[in-house]
Nanobody, 119 residues
Framework: QVQVVESGGGLVQPGGSLRLSCEASGNIFSIYAMGWYRQAPGKQRELVASIITGSGTNYADFVKGRFTISRDNAKNTVYLQMNALKPDDTAVYYC?????????????WGQGTQVTVSS
């Protein structure tokens, strides 16, 4: 059993900051990647940022320079520091965990946390 739990969403004014956290627990043997996706009303879920084990980080163009993803391997936790937030960043943010299941991986998702950017 694997659990993925997000925290840290909320309401923030344009230009403000928020920090999301995601902790994975359970039968986790080998993590391929951890990351964040978001889904706004009426839109498809999209990648925000991810960290691939032993490889590096990956950001969507619309967050480059504003968001930073980091990971604490000892705690199986990933963070998303979001700065200079815009109303377009309003969405439900989902944590994604990819566990190696050779030759591919298994996806696990958190329940999502709402981020609302509004004045």
């Amino acid at each position: 059993q694997v659990q993925v739990v997000e925290s840290g969403g909320g309401l923030v004014q344009p230009g403000g900051s928020l920090r999301l956290s995601c902790e994975a627990s359970g039968n986790i043997f080998s993590i391929y990647a951890m990351g964040w996706y978001r889904q706004a009303p009426g839109k498809q879920r999209e990648l925000v940022a991810s960290i691939i084990t032993g490889s590096g980080t990956n950001y969507a163009d619309f967050v480059k320079g504003r968001f930073t993803i980091s990971r604490d391997n000892a705690k199986n936790t990933v963070y998303l520091q979001m700065n200079a937030l815009k109303p377009d960043d309003t969405a439900v943010y989902y944590c994604n965990l990819k566990i190696v299941n050779s030759p591919q991986y298994i996806n696990y998702w958190g329940q999502g946390t709402q981020v609302t950017v509004s004045s």
